[in-house]
């Protein structure tokens, strides 16, 4: 079983497929439009570990030579160095124009490959293969590249458009159960900004074996995901006004992350606390929502981080240095209702210390 969603911006319009057991024939399928005989994969290294076989197989079947990069695992990878790393390792040896540079991993790699195929030529021919939930939903959807900056996350990049996504739902099957929360977060997000649905679908993460969750459900909600952002991206690819909406408790969760230099808390988990952060904050600009929809997903949060260790006046820095910050106010998306999302400039620190000690209080 498989879906494909079609995801039209300006740049090009392009379809990502979701399902189990398409990886080979969509690598074939891919390599096959492309002339030239060569293809090129950065993968992440735990992901070549695990899948070395399949990976091995479908490149070989495509029957072109392949230059393959590992990606060191974590969001030290999201770097200019790192950045530069990749971009060498393309020109080196010889991509070109229309050759096709398949990116495979979660939201690092596919960040940091993504960035290294817009800028190697002015851009050369990106095909995504996201194989976390994560990147699946969001991060491989929707032409959002780049790494980090000293001064905060995702300050270096460009909007670029891959040619494809291929969302192949085994690749799931190594996944780490953090990971699985990781990409719950983001699901949960369109929950609360666009689909009440999904807050009920998702309860086949709280399983206890990921073994035991059903691929159709799952293909089925990630489909449904990658719809909702594909909409508004089409609507709002260069994030004009309403592809804000997507930051839901982002805002919060960057400077979340950056307090633990981006390693003792995970992208998903701040994303978690950030929503609870910013439900709070919604509440107190009149809206009235209980945030049991997400804490009913609280058990499959372990953090490895505790509230004490965390300073509320370096929380409220790293937040004035967010890339979303307008003035002297620190811009958020906070809800009306639920999947009612506004953007709202909040000048008073008071509310938002008290919404960060809502939201710490979960961990
Ligand atoms: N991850 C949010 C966006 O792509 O706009």
């Not at 408790?249 to 609870?276: D, P």
């Not at 910013?278 to 009149?286: E, Y």
């Not at 999302?341 to 008290?354: G, N, R, S």
Request: net charge negative.
């Amino acid at each position: 079983m498989s879906k494909g969603i079609q995801v039209k911006t300006s740049q090009q319009s392009y379809r990502a497929i979701v399902g189990e057991g398409i990886f080979e024939e969509q690598i074939k399928e891919i390599s096959d439009s492309f002339e030239g005989d060569i293809n090129f994969l950065l993968v992440d290294e735990n992901v070549e570990k695990y899948h070395s076989n399949i990976i091995d197989h479908a490149f070989e079947a495509a029957g072109k030579k392949l230059f393959m990069m590992s990606v060191p695992e974590g969001e030290k990878s999201k770097s200019i160095s790192f950045w530069k790393t990749c971009v060498e390792f393309l020109l080196e040896n010889g991509v070109r124009r229309n050759t096709p540079v398949f990116v495979m991993g979660g939201g690092v790699t596919g960040d940091v490959g993504g960035f290294a195929a817009a800028s190697a030529l002015r851009g050369v021919p990106l095909i995504h293969i996201p194989t976390t939930v994560l990147a699946m939903v969001d991060s491989s959807i929707g032409g959002k590249t780049g790494v980090n900056h000293s001064t905060g996350k995702n300050l270096i990049g460009a909007f670029y458009q891959p040619q494809k996504v291929v969302a192949e739902i085994a690749f799931l099957n190594s996944l780490p159960r953090n990971e699985w929360a990781n990409g719950l977060s983001e699901i949960l997000k369109y929950g609360a900004i666009e689909r009440a649905d999904i807050f009920d679908r998702a309860t086949f993460f709280l399983e206890d074996e990921i073994s035991k969750i059903s691929r159709e459900k799952l293909t089925d909600l990630i489909a449904d995901c990658i719809q909702i952002k594909a909409d508004i991206v089409k609507k709002d690819e260069f994030e004009g006004n309403i592809r804000a909406y997507l930051n839901f408790g982002h805002t919060f969760a960057h400077a979340l992350e950056k307090a633990c230099g981006y390693q003792s808390i995970s992208h998903g988990e701040a994303v978690y606390l950030g929503m609870l952060a910013a439900i709070d904050l919604s509440n107190h600009f009149g809206a009235n929502l209980k945030p049991d929809k997400l804490l009913n997903y609280r058990s499959l949060y372990s953090y490895r981080v505790s509230k004490d260790q965390l300073s509320l006046d370096d929380l409220m820095n790293h937040m004035k240095f967010d890339k979303k910050r307008t003035n002297q106010h620190i811009r958020f998306v906070l809800l009306k209702e639920w999947q009612s999302p506004i953007l709202k400039e909040v000048a008073t620190d008071t509310l938002i210390h008290q919404a960060w000690q809502t939201a710490l209080q979960e961990i």
